[in-house]
């Protein structure tokens, strides 16, 4: 019997040895990457004019459509997530809110185009980006009034921040609200010069498609 023992001993020691095959890890969402993307909304401007005594300030208001585009870098092995991104915007914000009474005629405002270039932070959630944004924003504001107009670029600051989520590896999509503040300029209209200081709200839907990072 002790010589079967060792038998048996010596039969499991020439064995090969199996060890289970370890665990292939799935690495998560990275939001690293260039992208670009189309956006579009609806703004509510906030202009207030000031001229001669009066007082005539407008709310123009409208939908707006443009495209961006910037590049995210997510933190080795943190959910932080830094980056910058820059757009463009058309606006048709100029209608029925857009004009008051001024002497014996009427003032208006309109703005076509918006842009602006932010700094992003964002706290990333895998597939799910809670950011705040920053930075310099840019519009061409113009004044109408007793059939002459004037206009100008006008330079601000905006601030706001929104959600986004990952599609798929490349398509995201989100909601944004911005606020900005294109402080106060100076027009030549009807004989007068008029002042006016200019803020914007807006709300954006976009659309983007992140490029891997070894683009």
């Known amino acids: 019997m002790i010589a079967g023992a060792a038998g048996d001993v010596a039969l ?9 095959a370890p665990a292939v890890s799935v690495p998560s969402f990275s939001w690293s990457g260039p992208y670009v993307g189309l ?28 495209a961006y585009l910037g590049y995210n870098h997510q933190l080795d092995n943190s959910p932080l997530v830094i980056g910058i991104e820059a757009d463009a915007n058309y606006s048709d914000a100029d209608a029925h809110r857009g004009t008051a009474a001024f002497g014996g005629g009427r003032i208006s405002n309109s703005f076509d185009f918006t842009g602006a270039v932010r700094g992003r932070v964002g706290y990333a959630f895998n597939r799910f980006l809670v950011y705040g944004a920053g930075g ?69 839907l976009g659309l983007g498609y992140k490029f891997s990072t070894g683009w």
């Open 12 to 20: 499991a020691a020439d064995m090969p040895s199996y060890e289970p």
């Open 39 to 66: 956006q579009a909304g609806y703004d509510w401007f906030d202009a207030k004019n000031r001229a001669n005594g009066f007082s005539p300030a407008t709310k123009p208001d409208g939908f707006t459509v443009g």
């Open 136 to 204: 310099v924003a840019f519009a061409d504001p113009q004044i109408k009034a007793g059939g002459s107009s004037d206009d100008t670029i006008a330079v601000g600051w905006t601030i706001g921040g929104g959600v986004e989520a990952a599609l798929s590896d490349n398509v995201t999509a989100r909601v944004e609200y911005r606020y900005s503040d294109f402080g106060t300029d100076s027009f030549s209209v009807a004989g007068s010069r008029v002042k006016s200081d200019v803020n914007d709200n807006r709300v954006l």
